[in-house]
């Protein structure tokens, strides 16, 4: 028999069904999973090579959460919502110790073409690469040459997702409210996951930079917030592991990965892996309201 | 200095991703492996009516074509944000898609005279008319307005009242209302079935 009194509703609830606004990283453990998954998902596709280099960027980024080295945890007032985001923390620069070792450590793993790109990146002042990383963390990724997006993206994600779980765990989680953008660093998503825990069901997104993942309500707009014109599209079953969700309020969409069906999945990897789906719905007139770090689709 | 964009997903354009910028995109990256059929459907949250716990819904529902046809729902499921029911439904929860496209389901008001074993159709003006003169004869005949000590009580004791659970809290009123106003006592609702 269960009481009203019982059924647990508030932040401070300690059942494990509670919903949980944050779920902080493990970044190592991320790196790991898509680095896997982007080695099965290579076999037999279409962009195989550049999927392949992106297995070799996600197993150097491993490299650099393992290594550790992140110099001294970033000064930030706790006081603000969003606190990692770029208004705060724009003249950190300390990222650019990670992007000079990952493009060491990339340089013997790519083709020579793509070596060329990182040399030209390596020769570029500090200054110019801080700029370039600020001008991708404001979502202005039109003003980046798009052939080192890639690599500074790389590295301002391994850094920012090694001190995102430090700043969850200093944030007062109860005043964190549904957004559209990440509640620890203001990024865009990836996309939506689906996920069998704390409750199966529950939407997640999945930060871009830091690799949070916080709660937002299913069938509302993770963009605008509307509820009334949502539509979940599919390929050939209406129950496909991976959907995308429109909104016919604000013309744009998310991906739905429902990870509790195949716990193989992995969100950046298997976005990448379904574009076929996204350019459908772009024909249609619908837009992407997120940022796939191994895409990083110029702004509309 | 937090701003949502619009990101561009689509094979046009020479470099506007990392892929196209390191020249590793396929002509083929954007287009599906074979011919899939995309299927869309309208999603919307809702509320179970069948019992006064309420539980949250998420309804999925097809048109059926055409521009103003209705759309038929082929999945429902549980609403894991509900604060109260979490994304669990009961048995007769989890049937509820069953029920909606039942062929069962009763579309119309039917009539059964005693002792007859067949269904007769009434239109809702006849089932209207007829409840109303059978209500009134009943209590015409059996309205107890004074009990024994003589207290006015204006009690409707013979005919009871069944009520649907799919309500909001105004129409229970109205439904509260009416039954009472009419002195009925026998009041349920099929939330507690």
Same mark, same amino acid.
């Given at each position: ?8 509703? $508030?932040? =401070? ?30 076999? =037999?596709?279409? #962009? ?5 280099? &992106? ?15 992140? =110099? ?12 990692? @985001? ?15 070792? #990952?493009? @060491? ?27 370039? =990383?600020? $001008? ?12 080192? @997006? ?34 620890? &660093? ?5 996309? @939506? ?27 509302? &707009? ?8 949502? $539509? ?18 604000c013309h744009g969409y998310t991906k739905m990965l429902f990870v509790a069906k195949d716990p193989r999945m992995e969100v950046v990897a298997d976005d990448l892996a379904s574009l076929g789906l996204d ?20 702004? $509309? | ?65 055409? *521009?103003?046809? !209705? ?8 609403? +894991? ?20 496209? +039942? ?22 003006? !006849?089932?209207? *008319? ?5 209500? *009134? ?30 309500? +909001? ?24 079935n």
């Open positions: 028999m269960t009481f009203a009194s019982e059924i647990p509703l $508030s932040l =401070g609830d300690k059942s494990p069904l509670a919903l949980k606004p944050l779920l902080a990283a493990k970044p190592q453990d991320i790196y790991r999973h898509r680095a896997e998954r982007l080695e099965t998902l290579a076999e =037999g596709s279409p #962009l195989a090579d550049y999927l392949k280099l &992106c297995r070799s960027l996600v197993a150097t980024q491993l490299k650099l959460a393992e290594a550790q080295e992140f =110099g001294p945890a970033p000064e930030l007032d706790m006081t603000q919502p969003m606190p990692l @985001s770029l208004q705060y923390t724009a003249d950190n620069h300390y990222w650019l110790v990670q992007l000079q070792s #990952l493009l @060491s450590d990339m340089l013997p793993l790519v083709p020579a073409a793509v070596a060329g790109v990182i040399r030209e990146l390596m020769a570029l002042t500090p200054e110019q690469q801080a700029a370039y =990383g600020n $001008s991708l963390r404001q979502g202005h990724l039109s003003d980046v040459p798009a052939q080192y @997006s890639l690599f500074l993206w790389a590295a301002l994600s391994a850094y920012w997702a090694h001190w995102a779980p430090m700043v969850i765990s200093r944030m007062d989680i109860a005043a964190v409210k549904q957004t559209a953008l990440c509640p620890v &660093c203001g990024s865009h998503p990836v996309a @939506s996951v689906i996920r069998e825990e704390p409750r199966e069901g529950l939407r997640y997104l999945h930060c871009s930079l830091c690799e949070t993942q916080w709660h937002y309500v299913r069938a509302q &707009c993770t963009n605008c917030d509307d509820a009334k014109q949502l $539509s979940l599209w599919a390929f050939d079953d209406h129950q496909a592991n991976i959907r995308i969700e429109t909104c016919d309020h350019s459908q719905l772009s024909d249609k007139g619908y837009s992407a309201t997120t940022l796939n770090p191994l895409l990083l689709a110029h702004e $509309s | 200095m937090n701003r949502r964009q619009f990101f561009k997903l689509c094979a046009a354009g020479a470099a506007t991703s990392a892929i196209s910028a390191l020249g590793l995109m396929s002509d083929k990256a954007y287009a599906a492996v074979r011919e899939f059929k995309l299927l869309r459907a309208k999603e919307t949250r809702n509320n179970c009516p069948y019992c006064s716990v309420g539980c949250g819904l998420l309804m999925y529902s097809q048109n059926s074509g055409g *521009k103003n046809s !209705e759309h038929a729902i082929f999945h429902i499921e549980g609403d +894991s944000d509900h604060p109260v029911s979490r994304g669990a439904l009961c048995p007769k929860g989890a049937g509820l898609v069953d029920y909606v496209n +039942s062929p069962h389901r009763l579309q119309y008001p039917e009539y059964r005279a005693p002792g007859s074993n067949k269904w007769q159709r009434l239109s809702w003006d !006849e089932a209207f *008319k007829r409840i109303a003169r059978l209500m *009134k004869q009943d209590r015409d005949a059996n309205l107890l307005q004074k009990n024994a000590a003589g207290v006015t009580v204006n009690r409707w004791l013979t005919t009871g009242m069944m009520t649907s659970s799919g309500m +909001s809290n105004e129409s229970g009123i109205a439904t509260q209302k009416f039954a009472r106003a009419l002195g009925m006592v026998a009041i349920d609702t099929i939330a507690r």
